[in-house]
């Protein structure tokens, strides 16, 4: 399981030289103004800025293709119930089921949405190091605790998925089919076994690290050192660009309501 959000993260771009704190907060104020959106006529625009942002960020394509693969299925399962059971105006049939207007419309809206959310996260952590993002909360004042959840979570998918292709591999190995619904009782039982191991893992963590002294008065850092990020006239321009357009999007969205 290769997630490498910041697999890219060397390249030399705008985006990639950005101070995180300001990049952090950017892009955080315009994906809460993208979810506001809920006008049809602001979606171009939208499309536009997130495309833009993607082709400054220099990532290649097949990068953004990878990662939308699986929150792909999740789009995938409301395009084929949405159109059917959304709204009253028909648009056409399809045998005895009825393709709907505001289904197909209220589709577009979140499938829309979606893809440029989503690739808005994906060019925040694909232009800065995990870790360096880390750091960045955790100078905007993000508890340190929950900060290093974030980090452990990420860093142990990798280990899990690891596990879980293993496994997988075995049961192959052993003439494991998915081909009837008897396959599914060993798959849950698969991800019952992954779920144990996780926890016991974790709790193995846990307690090493408080034999290492995680937790007490000074067995941990407070924060990142003032040194750590150094913002430029630059960075606060981006910033206020970027704000400028949330701001735009909010603004058009309470006037076309």
């Not at 979140?110 to 989503?118: E, P, R, T």
């Not at 990142?224 to 357009?245: K, N, S």
Request: proline fraction near 4%.
């Amino acid at each position: 399981m290769k997630l490498q959000l910041d697999e890219y993260a060397y390249l030399n771009t705008p985006l990639h030289r950005w101070d995180p704190r300001y990049k952090l907060i950017s892009f955080m104020v315009l994906i809460f103004a993208f979810s506001f959106v809920h006008s049809l006529y602001l979606l171009p625009g939208m499309v536009a800025v997130s495309g833009t942002l993607y082709i400054v960020s220099s990532l290649p394509l097949s990068f953004l293709l990878a990662r939308l693969r699986l929150p792909g299925f999740f789009l995938l399962m409301m395009a084929v119930l949405l159109p059917f059971l959304s709204g009253q105006n028909a648009l056409f049939y399809l045998g005895p089921l009825a393709v709907k207007q505001e289904g197909c419309l209220d589709l577009l809206l979140i499938s829309v949405k979606f893809l440029c959310i989503l690739t808005l996260v994906i060019i925040l952590f694909g232009t800065t190091p995990f870790l360096t993002n880390i750091k960045a909360m955790r100078a905007l004042g993000l508890s340190s605790i929950l900060a290093d959840m974030i980090l452990f979570s990420y860093r142990y998918l990798y280990d899990i998925g690891d596990k879980l292709k293993t496994m997988e591999t075995a049961m192959k190995l052993r003439g494991f089919l998915r081909r009837n619904l008897k396959s599914l009782g060993t798959l849950a039982s698969l991800a019952g076994t992954i779920l144990v191991r996780s926890y016991e893992q974790s709790d193995r963590v846990y307690k090493a690290m408080i034999l290492r002294g995680y937790g007490q008065a000074g067995g941990t850092r407070s924060g990142p050192r003032r040194d750590e990020f150094q913002a430029y006239p630059r960075d606060l321009a981006g910033l206020l660009v970027l704000v400028f357009i949330a701001v735009a999007f909010v603004v058009a969205e309470i006037c076309l309501r």
